[in-house]
């Protein structure tokens, strides 16, 4: 990312706060994918992923350095002071002191280590590439969750709408009892069966309305804002064409089966690093010192140069202990490989079968609507021709909510269990989506780390502006 491309985003957005200003704001539908590009851009998870990222991105840079000539310095003032004692002749000397600087330059440079080093950058690479998945599963958790948040508002905002409906049809059954009660066609109990009723839709009804706040709660912590206006649900999003499709799919392309491959990678270059690390290592070192006395003018200075091979003869097994440990955490991650496909194989399964269940019901659902439409208007109109009794008519229309109520939550778990699988297939991203968000190349700081670029040179200078922006967004 470059300070001009942040830069730029900032005057836009400063721009967009002016025409927001100045222009009346007209409410607008939110759709769905609305809700996720608002998670999207404010969910903290993505933002704490991407900083994992750069850490990560920095591990190389790390790696790198150990290739690179080491240049370090050191300095000192010593004063001493001190007396002599002559126990021969019993005579002390006078004290005597001295104050002396000294300052010196040490350099190294690693000529051979028999690899080890180059497979620290190797794990360090692969690390990256690892994390980069996790940054992608999290984007995922993001999207998936602003979705399941949008359509639960959905879901409650329907309910309270049936049940303000169910309030309103129920008090005019009661009004209507009250008046056939008053010229004598009904009797007190079909009232009070009205009444009671009409007190139970209200204790719905406030449950609903409840429950609505809630769901707006969990929007709010998702999307990072209240919900506006919904626009009606559109087409259910497509995902695979059978469950074996999906879930090849998922084992090909899921961040958490990348993820787990490149770990893999790294647990088998931990091993070739450990039996490195028992080998020899040959540094060309190279010193030079300065030392002047502060009490005369006296002085030395002086340097060398020579090539150093260091090894290890006995360290009490620590290395062949570190080698078993890689060999294990190895065996580990290759466990851990085995899980994940059978753990994205299951995911992918369940969600095939919630989504297929939940396309049934919505089919079965529209039918119990049509039927209970027809029987709730047939027994109405019966009951004013004195043929059915109240309870009949608030029967029928119990049944036609709980129809119509059925069918809304068919259609919304159809909704989320498509974003279920397409979450369990690894397609739940931004780009995948086509969501109109800013792109985050995770390669563009790699770019520019991977060289380990210093803090004074032109790319460290660069880096450091970049640093500075993002901490102020």
């Known amino acids: 990312m470059e300070l001009a491309t942040i830069t730029g985003k900032l005057t836009k957005v400063a721009c967009v706060a002016v025409l927001t200003c100045a222009v009346p704001v007209v409410a607008v539908a939110e759709s769905i994918a609305d809700a996720m590009v608002s998670a999207y851009k404010h969910n903290g998870l993505i933002d704490q992923n991407r900083a994992l990222l750069r850490a990560a991105d920095e591990d190389v840079a790390v790696a790198v350095s150990a290739l690179k000539p080491i240049l370090n310095w050191s300095a000192d003032v010593t004063y001493s002071r001190g007396r002599t004692f002559n126990p021969a002749t019993m005579v002390t000397s006078r004290s005597s002191s001295t104050t002396e600087a000294t300052a010196g330059l040490v350099s190294e440079l690693l000529l051979y280590d028999f690899g080890r080093s180059r497979i620290q950058i190797d794990i360090a690479k692969e690390t990256v590439l690892a994390t980069r998945q996790a940054l992608v599963s999290a984007e995922q958790t993001v999207l998936r969750d602003a979705a399941v948040a949008y359509l639960e508002v959905h879901r409650q905002n329907e309910f309270v709408r049936l049940r303000q409906n169910n309030v309103r049809v129920i008090t005019e059954q009661l009004r209507a009892a009250r008046d056939r009660f008053e010229v004598g066609e009904v009797t007190r109990t079909d009232v009070s069966l009205a009444e009671a009723r009409l007190a139970g839709a209200r204790a719905q009804l406030a449950g609903a309305q409840g429950a609505l706040a809630s769901a707006v709660e969990l929007f709010r912590a998702v999307v990072g804002r209240k919900p506006g206006r919904l626009a009606p649900l559109r087409k259910v999003p497509g995902t695979a064409r059978s469950v074996e499709s999906a879930k090849a799919v ?3 392309t899921h961040p958490q089966m990348l993820k787990i491959q490149h770990e893999v990678t790294v647990a088998e270059l931990g091993i070739a690093a450990a039996q490195a690390a028992m080998k020899p ?7 030079y010192g300065l030392s002047q006395s502060l009490d005369s003018r006296g002085f030395s200075n002086g340097g060398s140069v020579g090539v150093e091979v260091t090894g290890p003869i006995y360290q009490g097994g620590r290395l062949s202990a570190l080698a078993r440990k890689a060999m294990a955490q190895r065996d580990a991650t290759r466990s851990g490989l085995h899980i994940v496909r059978h ?14 269940v939940a396309r049934a019901s919505r089919a079965a659902g529209e039918q119990q609507v049509r039927a209970a439409q027809v029987a709730f208007r047939g027994v109405r109109e019966e009951a004013t021709l004195g043929a059915r009794t109240t309870l009949d008519v608030l029967d029928a229309e119990q049944e036609l909510l709980d129809a119509r109520t059925n069918l809304v939550s068919a259609m919304i778990d159809e909704h989320v269990s498509s974003y279920d699988l397409l979450a369990a297939m690894g397609y739940m991203t931004a780009e995948r989506l086509n969501l109109n968000v800013p792109r985050y190349d995770p390669a563009a700081y790699y770019n520019m780390v991977k060289d380990a670029p210093t803090l004074r040179s032109k790319q460290g200078q660069k880096l450091d502006k970049v640093l500075r922006a993002l901490g102020k967004e």
Do not use: D, E, Y
């Open 250 to 252: 998922a084992l090909r």
């Open 281 to 287: 290592t040959v540094k060309l070192r190279g010193q």
């Open 343 to 356: 753990n994205l194989a299951q995911a992918v399964g369940n969600a095939w079968a919630q989504l297929q």
